[in-house]
């Protein structure tokens, strides 16, 4: 595991309430790099973690208290990379996991049976880029590599009998944004390769209480998810590729959900590449998708769900979306789907499953 780290912070309670004022700023590059060679075998299992993050918060309250608070995450270093790299030509393992993730900003919040009530501000300048690579000659099992890219994201999750009010601002404006993940394999059992790129995110979910999230999120930064696989015989593979300008999600398996979101994606641009190549074997499943601006509210229709919704989306950039598949010899099964979007947003009352 190689970790790299401008500013971290943690401010929780067990029992009670806890009032959070924090202000994290970081200027000087973030690098993080790994590098791994292997002659035959690394054993049974083999795993990569790489990370590089600007800003770092997180805070937790359980018991019933209320958690409140103002956060401020700025990062205006030139970079934000995580690069890995693992080298094996000649290798040969069962499993296989690499996992390398650039963030400029991250805030976590989590509530059990408590409420949140929280002003963010979080805004980015750097270029962040994640970039993965990864050379095996055989793996017979599973081989999972990911690759995450992000300017600012919030993770909010509640469970119980909880309620959050999450007032977010979030604006990326580094030159590129960035996941990317090259694969090549000789034989694979189960494969996936997968590139995340996101300006700015919001992932907040809830039980039980009340759910509302006032968002602005600004994205000019050039976003870029690139997924390449190569595998000379393959049992299933699948690549992926996603890229997003800006995307809010707001779910509650409670009564209300109120969204106030807007979102400005600039004329940077947004694209999404996923390909495979092989030469026989069984199942491929490609795909990529690119979108301006995301907006998704769930509220329960079993807990007397409402839901209230203001939602402006502004995309002014080109949003680009391309999936390759191509095989030599042949295959059982093979499919591609590539899905750009400038603007989309769903909002839903339903049964949760």
Same mark, same amino acid.
């Given at each position: 595991?190689?970790? %790299?780290?401008?500013? $971290? =912070?943690?401010?929780?309670? /067990?029992? @009670?309430?806890?009032?959070?004022?924090?202000?994290?700023? *970081?200027?000087?590059?973030?690098?993080?790099?790994?590098? *791994?060679?292997? +002659?035959?075998?690394?054993?049974?299992?083999?795993? $990569?973690?790489?990370?590089?993050?600007?800003? &770092?918060?997180?805070?937790?309250?359980?018991?019933?208290?209320?958690?409140?608070?103002?956060?401020?995450?700025?990062?205006? $270093?030139?970079?934000?990379?995580?690069?890995?790299?693992?080298?094996?030509?000649?290798? =040969?393992?069962?499993?296989?996991? #690499?996992?390398?993730? %650039? /963030?400029?900003?991250? #805030? !976590?919040?989590? %509530?059990?049976?408590? &409420?949140?009530?929280?002003?963010?501000?979080?805004?980015?300048? $750097?270029?962040?880029?994640?970039?993965?690579?990864?050379v095996f000659n055989f793996i017979a099992d599973q081989?999972?590599?990911?690759?995450t890219g992000a300017g600012n994201d919030l993770t909010?999750?509640?469970?119980?009998?909880?309620?959050?009010?999450?007032?977010?601002?979030?604006?990326?404006?580094?030159?590129?944004? !960035?996941?990317?993940?090259?694969?090549?394999?000789?034989?694979?059992?189960?494969?996936?390769?997968?590139?995340?790129?996101?300006?700015? +995110?919001?992932?907040?979910?809830?039980?039980?209480?009340?759910?509302?999230?006032? +968002?602005?999120?600004?994205?000019?930064?050039?976003?870029?998810?690139?997924? /390449?696989?190569?595998?000379?015989?393959?049992?299933?593979?699948?690549?992926?590729?996603?890229?997003?300008?800006?995307?809010?999600?707001?779910?509650?398996?409670?009564?209300?959900?109120?969204?106030?979101?807007?979102? /400005?994606?600039?004329?940077?641009?947004?694209? %999404?590449?996923?390909?495979?190549?092989?030469?026989?074997?069984?199942?491929?499943?490609?795909?990529?998708?690119?979108?301006?601006?995301?907006?998704?509210?769930?509220?329960?229709? !079993?807990? @007397?769900?409402?839901?209230?919704?203001?939602?402006?989306?502004?995309?002014?950039?080109?949003?680009?979306a391309t999936t390759d598949v191509a095989i030599t010899?042949?295959?059982?099964?093979?499919?591609? *789907?590539?899905?750009?979007?400038?603007?989309?947003?769903?909002?839903?009352?339903?049964?949760?499953?």
């Amino acid at each position: 595991m190689t970790t %790299a780290t401008g500013n $971290s =912070f943690v401010g929780s309670v /067990v029992t @009670g309430s806890v009032d959070v004022e924090s202000t994290q700023t *970081v200027s000087g590059n973030l690098s993080a790099s790994t590098t *791994v060679n292997i +002659d035959q075998t690394p054993g049974p299992t083999y795993e $990569s973690t790489t990370a590089a993050t600007g800003n &770092s918060g997180d805070s937790v309250i359980s018991g019933g208290g209320l958690l409140s608070g103002n956060m401020t995450q700025t990062t205006t $270093s030139a970079t934000v990379d995580a690069e890995s790299q693992t080298n094996g030509t000649n290798a =040969f393992t069962t499993d296989a996991a #690499q996992t390398v993730q %650039a /963030v400029a900003n991250g #805030q !976590q919040y989590g %509530a059990t049976d408590s &409420s949140v009530d929280v002003n963010l501000t979080q805004s980015n300048s $750097s270029t962040v880029t994640a970039n993965g690579g990864a050379v095996f000659n055989f793996i017979a099992d599973q081989g999972v590599f990911n690759a995450t890219g992000a300017g600012n994201d919030l993770t909010a999750t509640a469970a119980g009998d909880s309620a959050q009010n999450l007032d977010v601002s979030q604006t990326n404006t580094g030159g590129v944004t !960035q996941g990317a993940m090259f694969v090549n394999l000789g034989n694979a059992e189960v494969s996936s390769t997968s590139a995340v790129a996101t300006g700015n +995110d919001i992932d907040a979910s809830n039980t039980e209480g009340a759910l509302f999230v006032t +968002d602005t999120q600004n994205n000019q930064s050039f976003v870029n998810a690139q997924a /390449v696989e190569t595998s000379f015989e393959f049992g299933g593979a699948t690549v992926q590729a996603e890229g997003v300008g800006n995307s809010v999600v707001a779910a509650n398996i409670g009564p209300t959900v109120g969204l106030d979101n807007t979102q /400005v994606n600039g004329p940077s641009g947004v694209d %999404a590449t996923a390909s495979f190549q092989g030469n026989n074997g069984f199942d491929v499943a490609a795909s990529s998708s690119a979108t301006g601006n995301s907006a998704t509210g769930f509220a329960c229709s !079993q807990c @007397g769900g409402v839901m209230s919704v203001y939602n402006s989306q502004s995309n002014s950039g080109g949003v680009s979306a391309t999936t390759d598949v191509a095989i030599t010899a042949g295959a059982r099964s093979t499919a591609g *789907v590539a899905t750009a979007v400038g603007n989309t947003a769903t909002f839903y009352v339903s049964k949760p499953n």
